[in-house]
Structures are given as C-alpha cells and as structure tokens.
C-alpha cells in the first residue's frame, strides 16, 4: 500500500488549498478513505473521509469548509479546503483505514498564517 499526499503550502487565512493523495497497492474502489491532520503538540483528528459509493462525513471543524471526494479510475482522493483559518494549520495525511491496520501517506504540510 502506498499513499503519497501532495498540495500542501503556505495560504493566507481565507485562502483555499486542494491535496490530492495517489493510492496504489490495494483495491482503491471498494475502500473508505480519508484525511486526518495533526497539529503541533495535539493528537491526529479525523477531517473528512469517503466511502466507496462517495458517501462523506466531516469533523465538525471543517463542515462547509472542506469538501472531500475521489476519482476511483485514477485511484486518487482530494480535500478541497476554502476558507482556511489558522487553526487548520497541521500536517495532513491520507489514510486508508482496513481491518488489519490503518496506512497513512507521508503527509503534507498546510500552514495557514493570520
């Protein structure tokens, strides 16, 4: 499994940022995926995740804020992310949680300054 999560960068609060994370090595389609984000010093949070059939939820912090999808032919997900505040400021990682364990990309850095 590998999952390799891109698009972070430095915005302005207000500004938007999309990542996008390429799943390879595991059936893409039939699976959940998400994003979580980990804060300096603050546990890794659940942002958003998709199931297979594109059925979404949200941490309440980024409803409306965030929206979550995927593109099963070309095996990726994305998290458009607008109206960035500098609490949103975390590294974010692509996960694919299954029964065994759950894998995590490299994550990306999103830094957004007031």
């Known amino acids: 499994v590998q999952l390799q999560a891109s698009g972070g960068g430095l915005v302005q609060a207000g500004g938007s940022l999309r990542l996008s994370c390429k799943a390879s090595?595991?059936?893409?389609?039939?699976?959940?995926v998400g994003w979580y984000r980990q804060a300096p010093g603050k546990q890794r949070e659940l942002v958003a995740r998709i199931t297979s059939n594109h059925m979404t939820n949200y941490s309440e912090g980024v409803k409306g804020r965030f929206t979550i999808s995927r593109d099963n032919v070309k095996r990726m997900v994305y998290l458009q992310m607008n109206d960035l505040k500098p609490d949103d400021t975390a590294v974010y990682y692509c996960?694919?949680?299954?029964?065994?364990?759950?894998?995590w990309g490299q994550g990306t850095q999103v830094t957004v300054s007031s």
């Open positions: 090595g595991f059936n893409f389609g039939i699976n959940t």
């Open positions: 996960n694919l949680p299954l029964s065994t364990r759950d894998w």
